[in-house]
């Protein structure tokens, strides 16, 4: 059974039932035509034969309460025989992608929120009417593909720690959909027609002259192919509509400010059986008061004292979300010196840990106390012959 069979046979006529047959007065029909042209009662007639077979394919579809409904949608969108093959289509073929009429619209990027189209293909819409339909055809059907869901594109802002440590944050998504109203035809009834210019195709092609000819999406249907007779309210005869979503998506530990993140199969779903397309996730990071990043390393500033710098000691360090951390400051420690505190960093992808790098920076007091004043000044006296310039001049002077 092709839907080209579908389209363009009145099986209704075939049997000469009307439109509202009962399924009684179906098969009743069938079964007198049948008789009549029987090829054992019509041996060697030609014309008996193909009317015979013309009855029989008629009842498989009509016979069958689910394949009736099917036809009877399938005629009441394209207009009772009113569809005519495209420009392109050799030999009667069905030159038709309805995933293509009936599949998203093109996404852009958003803000905030992700763009996107093809959702809503598990609401019972009419691309899943569409699938069962065109499915099951023979040789020289048009098989409607499964059609991937398509990518989409959104960003999310995590604080610095949630950005470390990997968070689950709601996204909410919006993107074109099927209009529940008119199940995605634009149509109020459910019947639109094939658009006459461009005969369902939903392009037409223009020649430039010099043997080529150019396609554009028909303006008069905008690229749908079909025309609303009686435009559906709800989305002004467009067969659009926009549905939103919110979804939990687990961002990986260790993402970086303005990572773009893929999520395989987060996308919007599938048509017609199809995969999900992929969630891409541009991620901004939010400061830390303390700490910053360096890839999978942590940084961090810790104030040491003079004297902790000089004569060495051991520091206090805190960490991102753990207990501090205590690190040995060797004697002579100059400032600005880095040092590591290993596994202590960001979460890599294995798992395992980078380091956080510890910067000191050595404080200098504002207020001194009396006592302490005198041992500085006493510190003075001491070291009066040390120059700490004299090497700058040293080295000023030569080259
Ligand atoms: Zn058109
Ligand atoms: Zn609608």
């Known amino acids: 059974m092709s839907t080209k069979d579908f389209v363009e046979k009145d099986y209704y006529k075939v049997l000469g039932v009307p439109k509202d047959a009962t399924e009684a007065e179906i098969k009743k029909a069938y079964r007198k ?35 009736r409904k099917e036809y009877d949608e399938a005629r009441a969108l394209f207009g009772n025989g009113g569809f005519r093959p495209g420009p392109g289509a050799g030999g009667g073929s069905f030159n038709f992608d309805l995933g293509d009429l009936f599949g998203g619209a093109p996404g852009g990027g958003g803000t905030g929120t992700a763009q996107g189209g093809g959702f809503g293909g598990g609401g019972g819409g009419i ?28 960003e999310v802002t995590l604080s610095f720690t949630e950005a470390v440590d990997g968070a689950t944050v ?11 109203a008119c199940s995605g035809t634009g149509d109020k009834n459910g019947t639109p027609r094939v658009c006459p210019t461009c005969v369902g195709t ?11 000819s150019l ?65 891409y996730v541009v991620v901004h990071v939010g ?73 000191v920076e050595v404080a200098v007091p504002k207020d001194l106390g009396v006592e302490a004043r005198d041992a500085l000044e006493a510190y003075r006296k001491a070291t009066a012959d040390d120059d700490p310039r004299a090497e700058l001049f040293q080295a000023a002077k030569g080259a």
């Open 202 to 212: 939903g392009q037409v092609s223009r020649g430039t002259g010099g043997g080529f």
């Open 287 to 359: 400061a830390h008061p303390v700490f910053g990043r360096k890839g999978d390393n942590l940084t961090v500033t810790v104030p040491v004292s003079f004297t902790e710098a000089t004569l060495g000691g051991e520091v206090k360090v805190p960490t991102l979300g753990g207990p501090p951390v205590t690190l040995k400051l060797p004697a002579g420690t100059p400032n600005g010196r880095t040092m590591r505190a290993r596994g202590k960093g960001a979460v890599r992808k294995d798992g395992s840990r980078g380091d956080l790098l510890v910067t």
């Open 127 to 154: 691309g899943d009417m569409f699938g069962g339909l065109f499915n099951r055809g023979g040789p020289g059907t048009t098989r409607v593909q499964p059609r991937r869901g398509q990518d989409i594109e959104s």
């Open 170 to 180: 709601p996204l909410r998504m919006s993107s074109q959909a099927p209009c529940k």
């Open 33 to 67: 035509l049948a008789r009549e042209f029987h090829p054992d009662a019509n041996k060697g007639d030609a014309k008996a034969e193909e009317r015979f077979k013309e009855i029989s394919e008629a009842n498989d579809v009509l016979g069958d309460a689910k394949r």
């Open 215 to 279: 396609t554009d999406p028909c303006v008069d249907c905008k690229g749908r192919g079909l025309i609303a007779q009686d435009p559906c309210e709800v989305c002004k005869g467009s067969g659009r509509a926009r549905s939103s979503r919110t979804m939990q998506v687990r961002i990986p530990a260790g993402v970086s400010d303005n990572q773009r993140i893929r999520l395989r199969g987060k996308g919007a779903p599938g048509e017609r059986g199809g995969p999900a397309g992929d969630l």
